[in-house]
């Protein structure tokens, strides 16, 4: 069970909690009816104390959090003593070594209550408590200042009995003090805990205990105070609200600041007025040590409030320059910041070397994994490009691009071919590289905006080159993976692409054309990768469902070799080698010259390979044999100009070999 949902109160306590409320009406009711001193006063006033005693107990029991229960606990020991000292006073007291019972019933209440108090306030966890609890103490101080000043002031002034007499009354005005700083502090700490009115009660019955208290030394002070009276009522309540507090109490959470937001209207207004109350009462006439005490103790947390506060807004300038200057998701500079810094690269004079980067691969990354792995993958390659341009200074300018400044006459291959290294990752079914172009400043350049232009052009001459390139190592790597995977698939992959040779020479296709058929032969059925080896391998008929998951590999084919930009019309042949002359192949359902030429080649190739080929589950026929089988499928399965053209090329492969 959650703290909070043990800290509800059930429906028998809310109408015990309704129940004291009604008797403090009732007390002042029948205080204005009967008038102070009566016999029933008092007994109403007992009863409800007892009770308002055991449920504030009863109240810090259920709290769930062990430290959040002590506090509760200490606080409703402090009741206990008050309640306690009331009965004693209003009925036996007794002298302990010539301090009444009550009296030191009354006097344990005080540190007991605020050390609850403090301890419960202390519990919230919310941003800036720090400061928080600062403006608290800087009104709480304040507040018990004017009071010293005026209230408990006269109280003080009036002659009493002896030494004795004159320590407890100081005792109770400190104590006094005491609860107006935590009352008002805590109220003013609530500014960022969202002010919830079930938790106002804590402090409200601290108002109400150090108000009653007040009332009670000055009229006491006049001569004028009698029990039963209004300031019983006052006492009352604040036993009351101290009976309620644990059981409506809610801990603040990291959030409540922002559910109702921390005005900084609210600090404003608390500083000046605590400045201005508490200078009023240093310069007025003399009121008294404590009271000058507290109003300088509060401007000097004025002051150091001050100090804090310009230190925050001095740190979030710097923070807000640092956000206004650097990329959210990598931690880089943005293109403000470079501008700013090309700006003064271009006015010193000296010399600079500028690369801007763009990201190749990177989209189909983003839309292959997602947009979360590809802020990942941003962020990852930012910080590598961070370290490896050490000591120039790195940018993202937005997107997939990104940005070195180099001071200093370096040179500009060695540093670029450091950067696009950094920005280059590799993976199963992935390739993101870099492209790059730089210019020099002030040599080429001089200014920002034309340094800019200049390196933008280089980068994408850059990137066109490279588009039409075919990269080795990714093909190798490729057709590795597949020979690691699944060696017999790696074995038939290079049997059909050697037929494929073959019959592309018979065809007279020129090197560009038998190059794209060989890569494609080499790995058309790639995509088998995906397929479960249950299924490759079954010796059984397949499933409805197996087929039309075997049907899916060459779709795979094509999405993995695709991430290559220079195999992406390798991707294309890939897609289509399963596709039949007679427009019942699959995936796409094309049908005689709509099948890339290559595609059908590679088709009969396989086929021919697969008919010959003996498997645990399949005896190799001959070649003889499978070529009466490619025949019979012509028109229908296969191309039947290219059947030919396939006969006619292994014809001249024997004829070949038996003369070489």
């Known amino acids: 069970m959650s703290v909070n949902a043990r800290a509800q109160p059930s429906p028998p306590l809310l109408l015990l909690v309704g129940v004291l409320g009604a008797a403090v009406a009732l007390h002042a009711v029948l205080a204005a009816l009967i008038g102070p001193g009566a016999p029933a006063l008092d007994a109403l006033y007992g009863v409800v104390t007892v009770l308002a005693a055991g449920a504030c107990l009863a109240g810090a029991a259920r709290h769930a959090v062990p430290a959040a229960r002590r506090a509760w606990f200490v606080l409703g020991a402090g009741l206990v003593c008050w309640v306690a000292g009331d009965l004693s006073w209003l009925y036996a007291d007794v002298a302990l070594g010539g301090v009444p019972l009550s009296d030191a019933l009354y006097l344990a209440y005080y540190p007991l209550i605020a050390c609850g108090a403090w301890a419960i306030a202390r519990r919230d966890d919310v941003p800036g408590r720090g400061i928080l609890s600062l403006d608290g103490a800087i009104a709480g101080t304040a507040v018990a200042a004017l009071a010293a000043a005026t209230i408990l002031h006269g109280a003080l002034a009036q002659p009493v009995g002896g030494t004795l007499a004159t320590a407890l009354n100081i005792a109770y005005v400190a104590g006094d003090l005491v609860l107006v700083v935590l009352a008002v502090g805590t109220f003013t700490g609530l500014r960022g805990t969202g002010r919830d009115a079930r938790r106002l009660l804590l402090p409200s019955a601290l108002a109400l205990a150090a108000g009653a208290d007040a009332a009670f030394l000055a009229s006491s002070a006049a001569g004028t105070y009698t029990t039963g009276g209004l300031v019983d009522t006052a006492y009352l309540a604040a036993v009351c609200a101290f009976a309620a507090a644990p059981w409506l109490w809610r801990p603040a959470g990291p959030d409540a600041a922002r559910a109702r937001g921390m005005g900084h209207w609210d600090a404003r207004l608390v500083t000046v007025a605590a400045a201005a109350t508490s200078t009023a009462i240093l310069i007025a006439a003399p009121s008294g040590v404590a009271a000058r005490v507290l109003a300088a103790l509060s401007l000097l947390g004025v002051v150091v409030r001050l100090v804090l506060t310009a230190h925050q807004t001095e740190r979030l300038l710097h923070i807000r320059e640092h956000e206004a200057l650097t990329d959210e998701l990598t931690g880089l500079g943005n293109r403000r910041a470079l501008l700013r810094d090309l700006e003064a690269a ?7 070397l500028l690369t801007i980067l763009d990201l190749d691969g ?24 961070g370290i490896a341009a050490l000591p120039g200074r790195t940018y993202r300018l937005g997107g997939d691009e990104f940005c070195v400044l180099w001071a200093g006459g370096v040179s500009a291959p060695a540093l670029t071919a450091r950067a696009i290294a950094a920005l280059t990752e590799r993976g199963e079914g992935f390739s993101v590289t870099a492209c790059a172009g730089h210019v020099h400043v002030p040599r080429e350049a001089a200014t920002a905006v034309e340094a800019l232009r200049v390196a933008d052009r280089r980068l994408y001459a850059a990137k066109a080159a490279a588009a039409g390139r075919d990269d080795p190592h990714t093909r190798a790597a490729l057709v590795r993976t597949v020979q690691e995977r699944q060696p017999d698939l790696a074995r038939h992959h290079q049997a059909v692409a050697a037929l494929a040779d073959e019959v592309g020479r018979v065809l007279g296709l020129d090197a560009e054309q038998r190059d794209v058929l ?12 995906a397929i479960p080896d249950q299924i490759l391998d079954s010796p059984d008929d397949l499933t409805d469902d197996e087929w039309l998951f075997m049907r899916e590999h060459p779709v795979i084919g094509e999405r993995i070799l695709a991430c290559a930009p220079p195999l992406r019309g390798v991707a294309a042949v890939v897609r289509s080698t399963h596709e039949r002359w007679d427009g019942s192949g699959y995936p796409d359902r094309l049908a005689g010259l709509e099948i890339p030429l290559a595609a059908r080649v590679i088709a009969v190739c396989d086929a021919f390979d697969v008919i010959t080929t003996s498997r645990p589950y399949h005896r190799g026929e001959t070649v003889e044999a499978a070529i009466g089988e490619l025949r019979r499928c012509a028109g229908a399965q296969f191309d039947p100009h290219l059947v030919e053209a396939f006969v006619r090329a292994r014809a001249a492969t024997a004829t070949a070999a038996r003369q070489g």
Do not use: M, S, W
């Open 346 to 352: 271009t006015a010193d004079g000296q010399p600079h």
């Open 518 to 529: 060989v890569r494609a032969a080499e790995l058309h059925d790639i995509g088998k990768l």
């Open 362 to 385: 990177f989209k189909r990354y983003n839309d292959t994994f997602g947009h979360p792995v590809g802020d990942a993958l941003l962020r990852r390659v930012g910080v590598q490009l």
